[in-house]
C-alpha cells in the first residue's frame, strides 16, 4: 500500500514550487506498471527507499539515480513500485525550475538528469542528510531550506514566459499562440524559441498538455460523464480529435479512464 501526501512550500519558494510531496509504502515485487502522464511540471526527485522501476515505450527499462531531476514528459511513463518505496519530490511550477538552472530546459525534455550533473557535487551531501533523516517532514524541511539558500544567486524568473503560462492556462490550453506572440509583440518564432528554452515544451505542446490535464480532471471527478460534452467543453474540435490527443498521452482510450475507481496517476496530475 502507497501513501501520498503534499506539503506546501515556503511563501519564499511558492512562486517557484507547487508543491513538495512524500510517497511511501511497500509494493509487490511483480507490481502492475502504474502510468504517469504528462501535467507540464518538471519534478526533482530524492529516493531514501528502493529504488522504483521505470520504464519508456513500454519496454524501455530506464534505471534512476538515488536524486535526478527529471524534465517535462510528452508521452507516459510506466513504473513499477516495488520493494520500499520512499520518494521525496519537488514539483515545479511550469517554468519554476528555470531560475536555478544554468541551462535550456528543452535538453531535459522526455528525460532525467543526476541532480550531481545539474547542481554540482554538493547535492551527495544533501542526498546523506535526506537519506538519514528519519521524519517525513524533517527531510522536506532539509530539502527545502537547500531552495532557499540558492534564492540569491539564481536568476530572474521570465516575466513574459510567465504571463504566457497564465493566459495558456486560464484559456485550457485553448489560446491561439500567435495571439499570444501578437500581444507581446515578438514574432511567433521568438515566443516558440523563448517559452521551450525556459518550459522544455513548445507553447503548442504546453497547450495541448493543460487541455488534457483539464479533461482528465473533468473525466475523473466532474458529475458530466458524457464524452464527447467533456470533449467540446474543453476545446477539442469533434471526438475522433479527442480520442487521438488523449490516446497519444495515456496510450488509452477515455473510457477507459471512467472504468476504474482508483488511479495511481491521479496523484500525479493537477491542473
Not at 531535459?108 to 543526476?114: C, E, G
Request: hydrophobic share 40%; glycine share 6%.
Amino acid at each position: 500500500m502507497l501513501t501520498y501526501k503534499e506539503i506546501k512550500p515556503a511563501q519564499q519558494l511558492a512562486k517557484y514550487i507547487k508543491c513538495f510531496w512524500i510517497l511511501e509504502g511497500t509494493g509487490p515485487q511483480l507490481a502492475e506498471r502504474e502510468k504517469i502522464y504528462p501535467d507540464g511540471c518538471t519534478e526533482w526527485m530524492f529516493h531514501y527507499g528502493d529504488f522504483i522501476r521505470q520504464y519508456k515505450d513500454g519496454t524501455i527499462y530506464i534505471p534512476q539515480q538515488r536524486s535526478f531531476i527529471y524534465g517535462q514528459i510528452t508521452q507516459f511513463v510506466q513504473i513499477v513500485p516495488a520493494g520500499k518505496v520512499g520518494i521525496l519530490g519537488v514539483r515545479f511550477h511550469p517554468a519554476g525550475i528555470w531560475p536555478f538552472l544554468q541551462l535550456n530546459m528543452n535538453a531535459l525534455t522526455d528525460t532525467q538528469a543526476d541532480a550531481s550533473e545539474i547542481f554540482g557535487p554538493e547535492i551527495k551531501h544533501l542526498e546523506e542528510r535526506i537519506m538519514q533523516e528519519p521524519s517525513e517532514l524533517n527531510k522536506v524541511a532539509i530539502l527545502e531550506q537547500s531552495l532557499l539558500q540558492k534564492l540569491s544567486c539564481i536568476r530572474n524568473v521570465d516575466g513574459l514566459i510567465n504571463d504566457s503560462i497564465e493566459r495558456i492556462n486560464a484559456s485550457k490550453g485553448n489560446i491561439r499562440i500567435t495571439a499570444l506572440a501578437k500581444r507581446y509583440a515578438i514574432s511567433l518564432r521568438h515566443l516558440e524559441r523563448r517559452f521551450t528554452s525556459v518550459i522544455g515544451l513548445s507553447p503548442k505542446m504546453y497547450s495541448r498538455i493543460v487541455r488534457f490535464k483539464n479533461i482528465h480532471t473533468d473525466i475523473r471527478y466532474s458529475n458530466q460523464k458524457n464524452l464527447t460534452t467533456l470533449a467540446y467543453d474543453n476545446g477539442y474540435f469533434d471526438q475522433a480529435h479527442f480520442i487521438k490527443e488523449f490516446e497519444a498521452f495515456t496510450g488509452e482510450k477515455p473510457s477507459h479512464l471512467l472504468a476504474i475507481k482508483d488511479s495511481f496517476s491521479d496523484k500525479f496530475i493537477s491542473v
